[in-house]
């Protein structure tokens, strides 16, 4: 079984930073990308970034392009998205995901595992 704990989520005002993580753990060698996802009040969840596990390829929503970075540290298996340049648009809770996601993949039927999800609130 596989496990999923977001943390680093917080209010923060526009214009300014935070850092999520993501840690997992469990039987997670038949992945091969983790990714972050977000889901604002009243609307469905959407792509953010993905990472390949072994290349380290990326993707990101073009609404995050040039502000959000995501890595990775394989030995911990944990992703991180680093946030900067907040927007109140950003506001949202934001899910981590893991799976055998072909590289760059946006969809999220391609991710197995989902945390729990931590919240992010960027005000005006």
């Known amino acids: 079984q596989v496990q999923l704990v977001e943390s680093g989520g917080g209010l923060v005002q526009a214009g300014g930073s935070l850092r999520l993580s993501c840690a997992a753990s469990?039987?997670?060698?038949?992945?091969?990308?983790m990714g972050w996802f977000r889901q604002a009040p009243g609307k469905e969840r959407e792509f953010v970034s993905t990472?390949?596990?072994?290349?380290?390829?990326?993707n990101y929503a073009d609404s995050v392009k040039g502000r959000f970075t995501i890595s990775r540290d394989n030995a911990k298996k944990a992703v991180y998205l680093q946030m900067n340049s907040l927007k109140p648009e950003d506001t949202a809770v934001y899910y981590c995901?893991?799976?055998?996601?072909?590289?760059?993949?946006?969809?999220?039927?391609?991710?197995?595992?989902w945390g729990q999800g931590t919240q992010v609130t960027v005000s005006s």
């Open positions: 990472i390949n596990w072994t290349g380290g390829s990326t």
């Open positions: 995901a893991g799976g055998r996601a072909s590289s760059g993949s946006p969809h999220e039927t391609d991710y197995n595992s």
């Open positions: 469990g039987r997670t060698f038949s992945w091969n990308a």
